[in-house]
């Protein structure tokens, strides 16, 4: 009866998925080396877990300031193209703009580190200015 055709996905749909391999496998070749480079075969094994600590630490700081960079980006690019500030938040720590003040509240939203939201200018024909805010964190 009612067969479902598959969809047949596009070669472009494969990019981010090889780009994501390529650059994953040149860190994690990198990150081998250097960490062949601090450690010997003489190395105790509890100064190889240390440093594979530290790395995990210094990982989760590293993407930490990362998405401050990202969402503060939107941010700044958002004001520039006329956007006003509705609500800035890192992880759970949420900055929000009640009644023209800025007050302080912890909300999370599950599947996300950080988020920036702004308020719209007004249309100029028919269209908002998106193309500088969207970029923004990227920028």
Known sequence: ???????KLSPATYIPII?????????????AEIFSGIV?????????????VAFLILLYVFI???????EAGHMVFGLISGYK???????????IKENDKIKFKRCKVAGTDGQCLMLPPDMTDGTFPVILYNLG???
């Open 1 to 7: 009866m009612g067969e479902k055709k598959k969809k």
């Open 40 to 52: 010997s075969d003489n190395s105790p094994a509890w100064h190889m877990i240390a440093l594979f």
């Open 64 to 70: 930490l300031v990362h998405t401050i960079i990202h």
């Open 19 to 31: 780009f994501g391999g390529i650059v994953g496998g040149v860190f994690g070749y990198m990150f």
């Open 137 to 139: 964190g990227t920028i």
């Open 85 to 95: 500030f509705s609500s800035f938040r890192i992880l759970s720590f949420m900055w």
